[in-house]
């Protein structure tokens, strides 16, 4: 783990990371050549993105190695963050 701020991402930015007819993909692929900080991730997000990337076993493969190598952290959220999720709303 490094020093950096950590970054929440969702399904969107990771499906564009592997899916290459992503309206988003270069963009996406650009943040990630020059992101320092630790990427976090739900299991509700990762299960998604393993859903929208289906059609390809092989990537969802690789995404999987990437959690492996802890590319992308998943936390799991605990019953108190969601009383403070639902305050930014």
Known sequence: MNNYPFILIDTGIIVAFYDIQDYYHQQVLDFFNTCNSQLITTIACVTEVMWLLSPNIQVQNEFLLALEKEAF?????????????SQFY
């Open 73 to 85: 952290i998943c936390e799991h959220l605990l019953p108190s963050d969601y009383q403070r999720i």
